[in-house]
Nanobody
Framework: QLQLVESGGGLVQPGGSLRLSCAVS????????IGWFRQAPGKEREEILC????????IYADSIKGRFTGSRDKAKNTVHLLMNSLKPEDTAVYHC??????????????????????WGQGTQVTVSS
């Protein structure tokens, strides 16, 4: 059973940076694809970035291209989301999710929350001056 715990959220000024972490316990992350989601107030949860088990990354949200980067730390069994040049519209609860997908092109599929079995509780990111 995989358990995911996000951390690293908080209050940041526009233009600032944050690095979110998703620490995984219970099983090794090898073979699992990771999705990063966010849900802003009054909006649906959206998948913004996917990291396949072979470490290929797909960015689904145009608004984060060039600003957000996903990565894996295999030694620490942790996944990160580095967010630069943050904007007020990035304010949301950010979640990581995982599913057993041991093939490289999983992230080329249509993003949707239903394809992930394991979820973290979320971490709040607020971008405000």
């Amino acid at each position: 059973q995989l358990q995911l715990v996000e951390s690293g959220g908080g209050l940041v000024q526009p233009g600032g940076s944050l690095r979110l972490s998703c620490a995984v316990s219970g099983l090794r992350l090898d073979g699992y694809a990771i999705g990063w989601f966010r849900q802003a107030p009054g909006k649906e949860r959206e998948e913004i970035l996917c990291i396949s088990s072979h470490n290929y990354t797909s960015i689904y949200a145009d608004s984060i291209k060039g600003r957000f980067t996903g990565s894996r730390d295999k030694a620490k069994n942790t996944v990160h989301l580095l967010m630069n040049s943050l904007k007020p519209e990035d304010t949301a609860v950010y979640h990581c999710a995982a599913d057993w997908r041991p093939y490289p092109d999983f992230c080329a599929d249509t993003p949707n929350a239903g394809r992930y079995e394991y979820w973290g509780q979320g971490t709040q990111v607020t971008v405000s001056s």
